[in-house]
């Protein structure tokens, strides 16, 4: 069954530096996003990504943050300074013609 | 008002029961109405989704929706320990790059 690839499993980052964050998405979807999780809080969405430009963004998504999908198949999420309360989990999701698909997710720790 | 709001439990069952969980939602527009399960450090897996309201039924789950009282309730039968998980219900309008809303989740957990 297709899946959505997340790496790394695990960042640990110092505050004020960069990270990136990778996805490979389905193979025939069209449509990308950007969900993340505090630990012991809702899933919460962050952007959403289609014909190669962002569709729609929540507030959490401020200029910190970009995203990008560089060579068809790659989507990132780049965090320009990390701070301490972007430690979270951060999900990708991809969809086609039907449902929203998971990544396993990219646990990211600002020290 | 919360989009989707869903009691966060915890809430622990003992093995062979019913159980019930359940989720409000404010905005009539949108379609679909989906179950996901989250297991711990995992990422959300679907497992049930309604497009009307009924039931629907797949093997020990049924997933119900009552769009006139703006309801969602997902049914597991004789629950089993492999079902503890986080249960996340979700609503999204099935058109173009529409973004997948989630309520708290609920913390379910099946006691031997």
């Known amino acids: 069954e297709p899946e959505v690839t997340q790496t790394p499993s695990h960042q640990v980052t110092q505050m004020g530096q960069e990270v990136i964050l990778r996805c490979v998405p389905i193979s025939n979807h069209l449509y990308f996003y950007w969900y993340r999780q505090i630990l012991g809080q809702k899933v919460e969405f962050l952007v959403s990504?289609?014909?190669?430009?962002?569709?729609?963004k929540s507030e959490i998504f401020d200029d910190q943050f970009s995203v990008e999908r560089p060579d068809g198949s790659n989507f990132t999420l780049k965090i320009r300074s990390t701070k301490l309360e972007d430690s979270a989990m951060y999900f990708c999701?991809?969809?086609?013609?039907?449902?929203?698909?998971f990544g396993s997710g990219t646990q990211l720790s600002v020290l | 008002q919360k989009e989707v709001e869903q009691d966060p439990g915890p809430l622990s069952v003992p093995e062979g029961a019913i159980v019930s969980l359940n989720c409000t939602y404010s905005n009539s527009a949108f379609q679909y109405f989906m179950w996901y399960r989250q297991y711990s450090r995992k990422g959300p897996e679907l497992l049930m989704y309604?497009?009307?309201?009924g039931n629907k039924e797949d093997g020990r789950f049924t997933a119900q929706v009552d769009k006139s009282s703006k309801y969602i309730s997902l049914f597991i039968r004789d629950s089993q320990p492999s079902d503890s998980a986080t249960y996340l219900c979700?609503?999204?309008?099935?058109?173009?790059?529409?973004?997948?809303?989630f309520g708290t989740g609920t913390r379910l957990t099946i006691i031997p």
């Open positions: 990504f289609y014909n190669n430009e962002i569709s729609e």
């Open positions: 309604t497009y009307s309201s």
């Open positions: 979700a609503r999204g309008a099935n058109f173009g790059n529409e973004k997948l809303t």
């Open positions: 999701a991809s969809r086609g013609d039907s449902f929203w698909v």
